[in-house]
């Protein structure tokens, strides 16, 4: 019986030296593990100083392209705040400009005073409405026995011309403007083009049996 407990005893101590050995090693892998980060950190301030100095220089950076772009939106609400407005009263000029067209083609009034009268003062109100909107930086776009531009002209019919290169503006049909750098609106134009080559033979061909 004692001989029993004896070797309890033993079991018992051996398992708590095992323990104690486990809980020390664990201990001293804590230690190490704390003392390697605290080797680090005293070690590397120079990397810890450049991650700092990398966070700050994108923090700026970003910082700056926010202003940057808020600037740039408070210039363009400043120039073309009015964009909608100004595109709206362009009506006004096109008004203008059928009124004259309907007056001068009324068989009642051609050549009467009254209608030589009344086409003058509309030419006066257009060119005073046209000197508002220079002052306003709208401008209009000079665009007769130009190239045509897509990024200002819009063609709306084809003119037979042999005098004039292809794609040349050779009529307006409803004038265009720009607004700073800014298209309000494109020109409405006529372009010219060769004639076809089957229409020159046919008049050749005409020209010769009459002859």
Do not use: W
Request: hydrophobic share 30%.
């Amino acid at each position: 019986m004692e001989k029993e407990e004896n070797l309890n005893q033993d079991d018992n101590t051996k398992q708590s030296t095992r323990d104690n050995s486990n809980t020390e090693k664990l201990s001293k892998e804590n230690q190490t593990n704390i003392n390697k980060e605290e080797t680090r950190a005293e070690t590397n301030p120079e990397e810890k100083v450049k991650e700092l100095e990398d966070k700050l220089a994108r923090t700026f950076a970003e910082m700056e392209n926010q202003r940057r772009r808020f600037e740039k939106e408070k210039d363009d609400a400043f120039d073309y705040g009015g964009f909608t407005f100004a595109k709206e009263a362009l009506n006004l000029i096109d008004n203008l400009e059928r009124s004259k067209l309907i007056l001068e083609s009324d068989e009642v009034l051609k050549g009467t005073e009254a209608l030589k009268k009344t086409l003058e003062h509309l030419e006066i109100i257009n060119k005073d409405l046209i000197s508002i909107f220079t002052k306003n930086d709208i401008k209009p776009i000079n665009c007769l026995n130009k190239k045509l531009d897509p990024n200002l002209h819009q063609a709306m019919m084809e003119i037979e011309d042999d005098e004039k290169e292809p794609g040349t503006i050779v009529q307006e049909v409803q004038k265009g403007f720009m607004i700073k750098e800014r298209l309000l609106r494109p020109s409405l134009v006529g372009v010219s083009k060769k004639k076809d080559q089957k229409d020159e033979e046919n008049r050749e061909n005409k020209e010769n049996l009459d002859k």
